[in-house]
């Protein structure tokens, strides 16, 4: 079994209202206990806003801290997925459920090693 990564990425911004993200939250609850039952699920997790990120970049031989996101853009990882498929398909298929229940664009990746 590959490993796989199924990022969310989240528009940045203020978080729409409970009308809209309690159903999402559901949805979300119920794939991820779907997703265990399958035997799929490794861990799951949320983020912190990008406002409250670091970001360390080797400069000259020292290490500089910058506050705030990597990049510049209009969304941001909002949290992700950690999963184990017999390979990209199967992991892709878990990937648009995800995209589904979440109604935000997902990126599948494979752990490389």
């Known amino acids: 079994m590959q490993r796989y990564v199924l990022t969310i990425y989240q528009p940045d911004g203020e978080p729409p209202g409970p009308e809209i993200l309690e159903p999402i939250v559901r949805d979300l609850g119920a794939l991820e206990e779907e997703m265990k039952a399958a035997g799929a699920w490794l861990f799951s997790g949320g983020l912190r806003p990008p406002a409250e990120a670091?970001?360390?970049?080797?400069?000259?031989?020292?290490?500089?801290?910058?506050?705030?996101?990597?990049?510049?853009?209009?969304?941001?990882?909002?949290?992700?997925?950690?999963?184990?498929?017999?390979?990209?398909?199967?992991?892709?298929?878990?990937?648009?459920?995800?995209?589904?229940?979440?109604?935000?664009?997902?990126?599948?990746?494979?752990?490389?090693?």
Do not use: C, N
Not at 57 to 79: A, L, S
Not at 90 to 104: C, H, M, N, P
């Open 54 to 113: 670091a970001v360390l970049r080797p400069r000259g031989g020292e290490v500089f801290t910058m506050d705030g996101p990597y990049t510049e853009g209009k969304e941001h990882i909002g949290g992700f997925t950690v999963i184990q498929a017999p390979g990209r398909d199967a992991a892709l298929a878990w990937g648009r459920r995800l995209a589904a229940a979440s109604t935000l664009p997902i990126e599948v990746r494979e752990f490389w090693g």
